[in-house]
């Protein structure tokens, strides 16, 4: 049959169906059916591929501490840092993402890296850091709370393992066990992390944030004020 000469239009769901109901005097019988096909012998119009709907853009964390979290603004409030006595690499902020092209990533893990300070990290407290992270070739990554200089005390982080062309979330949760810092940074270190070489590869960063969820609860002081209630079975009125 051609579906134009029967008055219809080209239909990509279409349903195919027999009907074994009431036809005038049907008789009561056993019908079986089996190798069944539909096969398309020529003509008509190729359906079109459904479009992809567009990403919504994600949607920033409530309380997130991180300035130009979504790159909006390029790289305002962030630091990139290559050694160029070591490394080499090209960063550019587009599309919501900081891209670093890394033809060589160095010796040291923070050879090439991607930095905020100005953060305020309080003793007792519990934060969570989360970020999107994907690289065109398998390698790993570093990511640290620490403080911004001196020694770079390391407050929290770990190594991580990317998957080539897999997008992955980050996300570290810590308490801040040091004394309060007023200029703490996040670092995602992109050099040489651990004892492999680091292939020549392409990482994207997006979305990072980092937010306060909840106080320690031994952040709370105890000044000695305690009271005993207990109640009858009197019904109060």
């Not at 590869?201 to 004020?225: H, R």
């Amino acid at each position: 049959f051609v579906p134009s000469e029967l008055g219809m239009n080209t239909d990509n769901k279409m349903n195919f169906q027999f009907s074994l109901g009431e036809f005038g005097n049907t008789p009561v019988s056993v019908v079986e059916i089996k190798n069944v096909s539909l096969v398309k012998i020529s003509g008509g119009e190729e359906p079109k591929p459904e479009e992809p709907k567009p990403e919504e853009p994600a949607k920033e964390p409530e309380g997130n501490m991180i300035k130009n979290w979504n790159f909006a603004n390029g790289s305002e409030n962030w630091e990139k840092s290559v050694d160029s006595e070591n490394a080499e690499a090209t960063v550019k902020f587009e599309n919501g993402k900081a891209i670093f092209e890394i033809s060589k990533a160095g010796t040291l893990n923070y050879h090439v890296q991607l930095n905020q300070s100005g953060l305020t990290l309080e003793k007792g407290s519990k934060y969570k850091l989360v970020y999107k992270v994907k690289s065109d070739k398998a390698r790993k990554i570093e990511v640290a709370m620490q403080k911004n200089g001196g020694d770079y005390a390391w407050y929290a982080g770990d190594k991580y393992d990317l998957e080539s062309g897999v997008e992955k979330t980050i996300e570290v949760e810590f308490t801040m066990n040091n004394e309060t810092d007023t200029d703490a940074r996040v670092s995602i270190s992109m050099g040489k992390v651990g004892e492999v070489e680091a292939p020549a590869s392409t990482i994207e960063i997006s979305n990072v944030s980092l937010s306060n969820k909840v106080t320690a609860i031994n952040d709370y002081a105890f000044y000695g004020c305690s009271a005993i209630v207990q109640f009858n079975s009197t019904t109060l009125g």
